[in-house]
């Protein structure tokens, strides 16, 4: 089911030694979700975010969830959002509109052109059929009721066809399927020239090609 994602200050008695008051600062712990218990995210570091949640229980609360918050941050990418698709749960993105009135996931008037060419293998992955994308302008308020309006069937179909790609984004030691590495490998071919005269650029690309097959990627 769907995790609520505004949360709600609370003292939480077994986290805190305070009984009267909370300073979430001083006691990130203290500050939950009223309802699931599930704090907030405080720090003044932004690479050293302070939770009460680990890295493998946040991993499970989203492999529990439908949908996965993933605003944008500093650059175009962002993990949470790999994290999300690699959980089973849909992302929910935000799209604004560059200076040229193109559609990107990051940010505003200067976000770049598009973002299906930004997300990696876009063009075997369609990543816009992965997500929830509500307008990073007009779509904020009142998202939460939006995200219960969607139809259990949409989101069921959303979450087959994360399924379906999953493996693309993850590392096959064992060799058994396609994986992120044979799908590099393929971006690289098509990235090398081919023209006459650029032996080095061929030779690297036959290289490519060879190690391609033995993958089994299909062309």
Not at 85 to 110: H, M
Not at 165 to 171: C, S
Not at 181 to 192: Q, V
Request: include cysteine; proline fraction near 6%.
């Amino acid at each position: 089911e769907m995790h609520e994602a505004v949360f709600e200050p609370r003292l939480n008695p077994d986290a805190c030694a305070c009984r009267q008051s909370c300073d979430c600062a001083a006691q990130p712990h203290c500050c939950v979700n009223k309802k699931l218990g599930v704090g907030y995210f405080y720090s003044k570091n932004h690479f050293l975010p302070v939770t009460p949640l680990s890295f493998a229980e946040t991993i499970q609360w989203m492999q529990r969830s439908r949908f996965c918050l993933c605003p944008p941050g500093d650059v175009p990418y962002n993990k949470r959002y790999f994290t999300a698709l690699l959980s089973g749960c849909v992302p929910v993105v935000f799209s604004f509109a560059n200076t040229r009135g193109e559609l990107n996931w990051w940010k505003q008037r200067r976000g770049p052109a598009g973002h299906h060419e930004h997300e990696p293998f876009w063009s075997v992955i369609n990543h816009t059929s992965l997500v929830v994308e509500l307008d990073g302008q007009r779509g904020i308020k009142g998202f939460l009721q939006k995200l219960r309006n969607i139809p259990a069937e949409e989101v069921e179909l959303k979450q087959r066809r994360i399924e379906a790609v999953r493996h693309l984004l993850l590392y096959d030691t064992t060799g058994s399927q396609h994986d992120a590495f044979s799908l590099t490998l393929r971006e690289l071919i098509a990235g090398l020239p081919a023209r006459r005269g650029e032996r080095g650029a061929n030779l690297i690309a036959r290289a490519l090609r060879e190690e391609l097959a033995s993958a089994a990627v299909p062309r």
